[in-house]
């Protein structure tokens, strides 16, 4: 009964552990590209043609669906346009949403194509028929980690919260410039990234939980923040 409960116990913070390490790995990563947007953007934009290109070679040596390879490419054009003004991005945006709800479809209809073994009606009583090989485990999750949800993923680490920044180029501030001093300085606010707005809101109600039960584990409380 001890070595069970010890299991159950062992399984929880094994969870916690590895919950914690990907937080934290998420949020370094997010400082990151933070610190080097432009080299992100180049990345992101050859890695969205890469798996087109890696696309179209399924289709035509792997045999894969027509239709759903065709819509998983157009899904991706779609992703490319959330990088035009990378690494802002709003929440509202009808391209974000757009992506969201392809991200979700692109990996319905894929784990669908994957796991369909039924056999064509026309088939169905033909003694001669050779079904189709399926995937091994392996081949599928690559598929999915390279062609269904790095990208996605990595556009969520990578964007910044247009709300809660301002704009860091150019065109608005030219223009409010002319009448300025040239010599004047430009002052330019930092971006925040959506992945740290996540976890910084996360963590800021689990301090606030903790001193309601009275401890205060905010190492910042109290002390002005830069």
């Known amino acids: 009964m001890i070595l069970q409960a010890l299991s159950y116990a062992g399984t929880v913070l094994g969870f916690l552990f590895l919950t914690l390490s990907i937080a934290s ?6 400082e990151l590209v933070e ?3 432009e080299p992100t953007k180049r990345f992101l934009t050859r890695a969205i043609y890469g798996i087109i290109i890696l696309y179209v070679f399924l289709l035509i040596l792997d045999s894969f669906p027509f239709k759903l390879s065709v819509f998983s490419i157009v899904s991706y054009l779609v992703y490319l346009q959330n990088l035009k003004h990378f690494p802002f991005i709003s929440l509202k945006s009808p391209t974000l949403l757009a ?6 479809l692109n990996h319905y209809f894929w784990f669908k194509h994957f796991n369909d073994t039924e056999v064509p009606p026309q088939f ?3 003694p001669n028929y050779i079904p189709r090989r399926r995937a091994s485990f392996t081949e599928v999750a690559s598929f999915f980690g390279i062609c269904v949800w790095f990208v996605p993923f990595a ?3 990578s964007l910044s919260a247009g709300d809660n920044v301002l704009p860091t180029t150019t065109a608005g501030l030219a223009k409010k410039s002319d009448s300025a001093d040239a010599n004047s300085p430009r002052f330019r606010k930092k971006a925040t990234g959506l992945v740290r707005v996540v976890i910084d809101s996360i963590r800021a109600y689990f301090y606030s939980a903790a001193r309601v039960f009275g401890y205060d584990i905010d190492p910042n409380r109290g002390r002005l923040v830069v």
């Open 124 to 126: 169905r009583y033909d």
């Open 155 to 157: 556009l969520f680490v």
């Open 25 to 30: 790995g998420l949020y370094y990563i997010s």
């Open 99 to 104: 992506s969201c709800v392809l991200v979700a």
């Open 35 to 37: 610190e080097h947007s």
